[in-house]
């Protein structure tokens, strides 16, 4: 049993290589993004142009997407629950990790927006999560401040001591 890249713990013959190899298409936005995502994993670059909304393909740059897929070492996909905007329209929110080709560790978190035509759902567009940002109610504790604990002792060599 080769297990399926999408992250689904399912065999891959019985998860993605049905619509990857052509027999299949994905019938909900979950698994179309799982599909996409084995397709770069595959580097099967005719099925991330079929599956992305026909509006939309000539927007993209075939060539890099492939280059992209070949040279990156896919680590894992994380999706969350989808979030229906209407009957026709849902966002998911995924998070693919990969090694680009210098080898270094990148995240790809994204909102991806899938349209359903005609009974069949396409990938549409991409936008940026909501990030909150946190704000602190107290000062940053400096290094050579006194450390909050009360001991009297400066951070660095306290509470902030590198271990």
């Not at 979030?83 to 995924?94: F, G, I, M, S, Y």
Request: aromatic share 10%; charged share 30%.
């Amino acid at each position: 049993m080769q297990v399926c890249s999408c992250g689904s713990d399912l065999d891959y013959q019985q998860c993605c290589a049905p619509y990857l190899e052509g027999g299949q298409y994905p019938g909900d936005p979950v698994s179309l993004m799982r599909a996409r995502y084995s397709a770069h994993v595959h580097v099967n670059v005719d099925f991330l142009r079929n599956s992305y909304h026909p509006a939309h393909r000539d927007e993209i740059d075939w060539v890099a997407t492939q280059r992209w897929a070949e040279r990156s070492q896919w680590l894992g996909l994380r999706v969350g629950e989808p979030e229906h905007v209407d009957d026709d329209t849902v966002e998911l929110e995924l998070v693919a990790e990969y090694r680009d080709a210098q080898g270094k560790r990148q995240r790809h978190h994204e909102i991806s927006v899938f349209l359903c035509e005609d009974g069949q759902w396409y990938f549409s567009d991409a936008k940026l999560p909501q990030i909150a940002q946190q704000r602190r109610d107290q000062p940053k504790q400096g290094r050579n401040d006194p450390c909050a604990c009360a001991s009297g002792r400066k951070y660095k060599q306290c509470c902030g001591k590198r271990t």
